[in-house]
């Protein structure tokens, strides 16, 4: 089985990480600070992923995984280094991106139907032409309900569905606009263990048929373990990467995998390395 990459021996796997020009995300070097002085949220920040990999960023909290995020869709200029993604340097804020948060912040007023359609009635280019193509869109947003098995709730209004199919539809949205990357900030982190597993699946599900790039931040390590390709292992603050791993365990992964030795050993490696993490 591979092992945990520190930094310090990073350059034993570098042969195995994607090459920096077919990249679809690429940090080179990044740091942020949010004052503007040396001290910095996130620090030397380099990373790189394949067309359609799907990753985990793990790490304790306060250690620069939102910030992260928010440098990933140019929400915020790094201080020092560089980022781009799908190949294009990354100047401001992205369109081909869908986000979905730990609280799945669903309009009260609104269906779930129109919920998942929100995004292409309020952004460009979808808003200018959204009337005479509405029938269309319903047809996108009813598909993704029925893949994520929401399509007889799609006239509900969020409170009458449970935390579950609210973040199911939060999804949705997300992806109604086939945004190339895909950003998930906790997403399952409300839920109970039993839904929680639910949704892994149907977010590989959608992956699967989709191949859009995923970004999951995570606190549950057997959750970055099940989905992810790459898992990467962030230090406290100054958020550093500390550890890159390469997920072993082959695909298709059903739930049953959760319960193999493989698995096991692979969530409490990465336990060991927060644990290290953590008392530094
Ligand atoms: N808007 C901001 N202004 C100033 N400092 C900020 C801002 N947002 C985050 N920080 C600081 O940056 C560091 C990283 O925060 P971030 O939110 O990225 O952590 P996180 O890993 O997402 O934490 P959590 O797991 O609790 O969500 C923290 O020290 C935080 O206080
Ligand atoms: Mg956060």
């Not at 799907?54 to 980022?83: D, E, N, Q, Y």
């Not at 945004?179 to 409300?190: H, I, Q, R, V």
């Not at 970055?224 to 791993?245: C, E, N, Q, W």
Request: with cysteine; net charge neutral.
């Amino acid at each position: 089985m591979q092992t945990l990459t520190s930094t310090a021996s990073a350059t034993s796997t570098i042969a195995s990480e994607p090459n920096t020009e077919d990249s679809f995300v690429d940090f080179q070097r990044v740091f942020l600070s949010y004052d503007d002085s040396d001290a910095f949220a996130v620090e030397d920040i380099s990373l790189q992923t394949r067309h359609g990999e799907f990753i985990a960023i793990v790490g304790p909290s306060g250690c620069g995984k939102s910030t992260f995020m928010k440098l990933a869709t140019g929400l915020k200029k790094p201080t020092r280094g560089s980022i781009a993604i799908d190949g294009k340097p990354v100047t401001g804020p992205l369109k081909i991106v869908g986000m979905a948060f730990q609280a799945p912040t669903l309009l009260p007023w609104r269906t779930t139907l129109d919920n998942v359609l929100l995004p292409l009635e309020i952004v460009e280019p979808y808003r200018h032409d959204f009337r005479k193509n509405r029938e269309q869109y319903v047809e996108r947003a009813m598909q993704l309900l029925r893949t994520v098995g929401l399509e007889a709730y799609a006239d509900k209004f969020p409170w009458q569905l449970s935390g579950g199919m609210q973040q199911r539809a939060s999804i949705c949205r997300a992806l109604i606009h086939e945004p190339k990357m895909l950003l998930l900030d906790e997403p399952f982190g409300a839920l109970d263990a039993f839904t929680r597993e639910e949704l892994w699946c149907v977010l590989r599900d959608l992956w699967t048929q989709r191949q859009f790039n995923v970004i999951l931040v995570t606190h549950d390590l057997r959750e970055a373990a099940f989905l992810a390709d790459t898992i990467y292992v962030m230090s406290k603050h100054p958020g550093r990467i500390v550890a890159r791993k390469v997920n072993p365990l082959p695909r298709p992964r059903e739930l049953e995998v959760t319960y193999t030795d493989p698995f096991n050993a692979l969530v409490h490696e990465l336990r060991e390395h927060i644990g290290r993490v953590r008392n530094t």
